[in-house]
């Protein structure tokens, strides 16, 4: 293959540069679920394969930005606090450089064991998967149809 005074060049090195760039991931996905009792607010943090993000750490806000917790996860991805006063809290729960975060309520509640649960939405596997498919087919498609017109 020629490079030199080549059209083909330039782009195959811009396709191999976006190829290298690292950027978000999300083929391993995490995810935490937060239960909210009357005693405490356990979390629990997983990758989308259902393995526990070990040594995650967790960091609780309020509606206004000021943290209220922050933690690390045991062995099980696990990490429970003391329930904060009633309203609107944001959780940030980070491992291995992937990030879950959610939204949770703690409302007043007059009954000893009352509970209510909060999960992180999950992203559609399967579109993601078409897309990723889909993206590599055209960058396919480009490379041929440049490598004929030169």
């Known amino acids: 293959m020629r490079l030199s005074g080549s059209r083909f060049h330039p782009i195959a090195l811009g396709l191999l540069g ?34 526990p993000a ?6 609780v806000t309020n509606a206004a930005g000021a943290e209220i917790v922050s933690g690390t996860a045991d062995e099980h991805g696990v990490y429970s606090f003391p329930p904060p006063p009633p309203g609107e809290y944001k959780l940030v729960a980070n491992s291995t450089g992937h990030t879950a975060r959610l939204t949770f309520v703690v409302a ?22 078409a897309l990723g498919v889909g993206g590599l087919l055209s960058a396919s498609a480009l490379f041929w149809f440049f490598r004929r017109r030169s």
């Not at 190829?19 to 009357?38: K, N, Q």
């Not at 070990?54 to 960091?59: I, K």
């Not at 939405?121 to 579109?127: G, Y």
């Open 108 to 129: 007043q509640t007059a009954e000893a064991g009352a509970s209510a649960e909060f999960t992180t939405p999950s992203v559609n596997r399967p579109l993601g998967l």
């Open 18 to 51: 976006a190829l290298l760039c690292p950027g978000t991931a999300h083929a391993h996905a995490m995810r935490a679920d937060v239960e909210v009792r009357s005693e405490v607010v356990r979390v629990v943090v997983y990758f989308e394969d259902d393995l």
């Open 54 to 59: 070990d040594r995650a750490t967790v960091t």
